[in-house]
T-cell receptor, first 111, second 112 residues
Framework: DGGITQSPKYLFRKEGQNVTLSCEQN?????MYWYRQDPGQGLRLIYY???????QKGDIAEGYSVSREKKESFPLTVTSAQKNPTAFYLC??????????FGDGTRLSIL | QKEVEQNSGPLSVPEGAIASLNCTYS??????FFWYRQYSGKSPELIMS????GDKEDGRFTAQLNKASQYVSLLIRDSQPSDSATYLC????????????FGGGTRLMVKP
């Protein structure tokens, strides 16, 4: 089945550790997005990529990094520079002239 | 700074009533508008999109857009307890779903 797969579903980060969240899509979509959602709030854009080997910072990119080496994959690394990483992370992709659809999300917490 | 504003709620309606959810946006060049439903602990699910002024109906859902007033709303008729969720309004400057700005969401509670 076509869709967006995020893994893991839950992730715990230790102090000073970098962690990587996976996002894979088999929809042949060009554009992919990463959002952060804090409790009771809307989604804020971290990074986005419109095409392979290119990505742009969103509104809250500090402390995060991404890569887009393959069309299907857009992993997000939460670095140790992100001092408040506890949140729900959502990956989305979009095809031409279509709305965004989301993966199931990864919930990141600090140990 | 592009802003999308929603009343955080909770909006409480009895089962069978009409729920009315509202959203205002600041960017006048916005072209496309979306409503997502998000159950607690889950990811957002697209339920409606609207691109031109007026009403768009899909089953029990009606989206209403007024670009002059920079206002978009979602009506849910015959509300069911299963409609209890947070509803997120999202706006794009493009004629598609790219570069969305999200509101903070309105929590809807439908009481049996």
């Amino acid at each position: 089945d076509g869709g967006i797969t995020q893994s893991p579903k839950y992730l715990f980060r230790k102090e000073g550790q970098n962690v990587t969240l996976s996002c894979e899509q088999n929809l042949n979509h060009d554009a992919m997005y990463w959002y952060r959602q804090d409790p009771g709030q809307g989604l804020r854009l971290i990074y986005y990529s419109q095409i392979v080997n290119d990505f742009q910072k969103g509104d809250i990119a500090e402390g995060y990094s991404v890569s887009r080496e393959k069309k299907e994959s857009f992993p997000l690394t939460v670095t140790s520079a992100q001092k408040n990483p506890t949140a729900f992370y959502l990956c989305a992709s979009i095809g031409r002239n279509q709305p965004q659809h989301f993966g199931d999300g990864t919930r990141l917490s600090i140990l | 700074q592009k802003e999308v504003e929603q009343n955080s709620g909770p909006l409480s309606v009895p089962e069978g009533a009409i729920a009315s959810l509202n959203c205002t946006y600041s960017d006048r060049v916005s072209q496309s508008f979306f409503w997502y439903r998000q159950y607690s602990g889950k990811s957002p699910e697209l339920i409606m999109s609207i691109y031109s002024n007026g009403d768009k109906e899909d089953g029990r859902f009606t989206a209403q857009l007024n670009k002059a007033s920079q206002y978009v709303s979602l009506l849910i008729r015959d509300s069911q307890p299963s409609d209890s969720a947070t509803y997120l309004c999202a706006v794009s400057p493009y004629n598609a779903g790219n570069m969305l700005t999200f509101g903070g969401g309105t929590r809807l509670m439908v009481k049996p």
